[in-house]
């Protein structure tokens, strides 16, 4: 799931193999060494010949992701507002479970119908769950039970913990008889994962 591609990377006079992902506002690579490319600090950024330049400050930073080049050069210049990754139609009902930032719940206010905290709302389209450690998880059993037909369920958690991680995340999610269908990056800090109904129990 996700823009996640083996490749070669390029950058000073660094070289090596290994696995670039495109989140939502940021590109990554896990090689020899790491690199961490928030678009903020892009200064430009072209594809050709199946490889992906971006100018830093730092320096120039190539990617050899092939056939992909142009996708991800597209990203980068045009990232998706998160409600639109999120799947969250205009005049949508929303459900928040936990504690979710500020700014998402004032970008969540200005495209929802209706807005329900503390318990999923009957008829819902989506639920948005916060799961700051692997205890919140024993509650999406209870959960899970409130999604009916096509409504989702997104968990969001802390990227990078190990305290909860996204091994855990769908392991809970498929204990409640859920499907996992996509995976967001929510914020910088924090993922998200989208678990449906599956089809053949609608």
């Not at 799947?87 to 209706?114: N, Q």
Request: one cysteine or more; aromatic letters at 6%; a positive charge.
């Amino acid at each position: 799931m996700g823009n996640q591609l083996g490749c070669t990377v390029r950058f000073g006079k660094q070289r090596g193999e290994g696995q670039a992902l495109l989140e939502s506002t940021e590109i990554l690579f896990r090689g020899p060494f790491r690199l961490k490319i928030p678009f903020a600090s892009v200064q430009s950024v072209k594809a050709a010949d199946g490889e992906l330049h971006i100018q830093t400050a730092e320096g120039l930073a190539i990617f050899e992701v092939g056939d992909a080049a142009e996708k991800w050069r597209e990203k980068i210049l045009h990232p998706k507002p998160r409600l639109e990754k999120l799947s969250v139609k205009p005049g949508a009902t929303a459900s928040l479970v936990g504690s979710f930032e500020a700014e998402f719940v004032r970008e969540l206010r200005e495209r929802a119908r209706k807005i329900t905290r503390g318990k999923p709302a009957a008829g819902a389209e989506c639920i948005f769950f916060a799961a700051e450690s692997g205890k919140d998880l024993a509650r999406v059993s209870k959960l899970g039970k409130a999604v009916k037909g096509a409504m989702a369920l997104w968990i969001v958690y802390p990227k990078g913990q190990k305290h909860i991680t996204e091994k855990d995340v769908l392991a809970a999610g498929r204990k409640a008889g859920l499907k996992d269908v996509k995976v967001v990056s929510f914020s910088a800090t924090h993922t998200a994962l989208k678990f449906v109904v599956p089809l053949s129990k609608r």
